[in-house]
């Protein structure tokens, strides 16, 4: 017999929405054998209503010296890493990553670069990076640009939508309301929520997901769904927390792939129509549970690596993917 939580969320599949409470039902009461049926609806509403999979790959354009205390990030300059770190990549290297990229057969192409962001268009790293994106799209049109580069100012916005950037990555990461608690102090969520209507005022798509695993609640994690789904943005990327020694999270416990699984699929239940894509996490945290998690309500993924770590190879992802649409 079905669980009924699960059988009034089957709404979704007929365009109902899931309510706060509903929701937080489902995460405090589906566990064991009930979460299979969570993953199957979750899975049906993918299939309904975000059929296609979709893979994408980063370059990490610009690496560590971050002036911003993110608790999760090797980047940042206050946490003792010993990560590579170097200045913007030059254009060369730029280009040759976007070839490595499109020989491989991803469309997508994330181009990121760490720091707080950039608030005056007149920047000259600014310029560099928008000279960078006109020529990545000259030499690749058939490449969709994503770009993450922090906070910006609305004129920064302005500029990045008229030098090609496609999508926008600004990742809430948590609950806002638990976001200096649990994420940063040195920068405000207000402000990335603001960065994330700039572009969409200028008509750049946004890719605007969190992280799983940082001490947070299932409070926290349909907070977070719910603050994604006010913001109507186009992609969703969930991270699985890699506890990096040298931050303060080094010692947090993994989730785990059935915690992981039923978080997927409420994020599934409450953002039925959007790209949500299995980032960082996916290889080294949940390994042979990679392809159950891509059915718990996923239609995409990162390939061939991460900011500082390594991920699969992208022939093996492809072969996923395909695989996947069987399903």
Same mark, same amino acid.
């Given at each position: 017999?079905?669980? *009924? /939580? ?6 979704? /599949? ?9 929701? /937080? ?20 509403? !993918? ?11 980063? =370059? ?26 170097? *200045? ?36 000259? @790293? ?27 100012? !609305? ?25 200096? !608690?649990?994420?940063? %102090? %040195? ?21 605007? #997901?969190?992280?799983?695993?940082? #001490? @947070? ?39 785990? *792939? ?14 039925? %129509? ?26 995409? =993924? ?7 770590? !390594? #991920?699969?190879?992208? *022939? ?6 395909? @695989?996947?649409?069987?399903?």
């Amino acid at each position: 017999m079905l669980n *009924p /939580l699960i059988e009034n969320a089957y709404k979704v /599949l007929d365009g109902g929405e899931l309510s706060r409470a509903e929701a /937080l039902a489902l995460a405090a009461g589906i566990e064991g054998p009930d979460l299979l049926d969570l993953i199957s609806l979750a899975n049906k509403v !993918r299939h309904r209503f975000a059929p296609q999979f979709q893979a994408c790959s980063i =370059l990490n354009a610009k690496s560590g010296v971050c002036t911003q205390n993110c608790r999760f990030c090797a980047q940042s300059a206050h946490h003792q890493t010993r990560i590579e770190t170097y *200045p913007l990549l030059p254009l060369e290297q730029v280009l040759a990553a976007a070839r490595k990229v499109v020989d491989s057969g991803i469309r997508v192409f994330g181009y990121v670069t760490s720091g707080y962001g950039y608030e005056d268009p007149e920047d000259p @790293e600014f310029q560099t990076i928008c000279a960078q994106l006109d020529e990545l799209h000259r030499q690749f049109p058939e490449l969709h640009l994503c770009v993450s580069l922090g906070i910006l100012s !609305r004129a920064c916005a302005e500029a990045l939508a008229q030098h090609h950037a496609w999508r926008y990555n600004m990742n809430l990461q948590t609950n806002p309301a638990a976001y200096a !608690r649990l994420i940063a %102090t %040195t920068h405000r969520i207000e402000d990335k929520i603001q960065t994330i209507r700039y572009l969409q005022e200028f008509g750049v798509t946004n890719c605007t #997901g969190g992280i799983i695993g940082l #001490g @947070e609640s299932w409070d926290d994690r349909i907070e977070l769904a719910l603050a994604i789904r006010e913001l109507g943005v186009e992609g969703i990327p969930l991270n699985v927390l890699l506890p990096i020694p040298g931050t303060p999270l080094e010692g947090l416990p993994s989730v785990t *792939p059935a915690e992981a699984a039923k978080t997927f699929a409420l994020f599934r239940l409450l953002n039925p %129509t959007k790209m949500i894509k299995f980032a960082a996490g996916r290889e080294t945290r949940m390994k042979d549970f990679q392809g159950l998690l891509m059915l718990s309500g996923l239609n995409s =993924l990162m390939t061939g690596g991460y900011l500082t770590t !390594r #991920g699969r190879q992208v *022939p093996d992802d492809l072969t996923l993917l395909r @695989e996947l649409e069987e399903f």
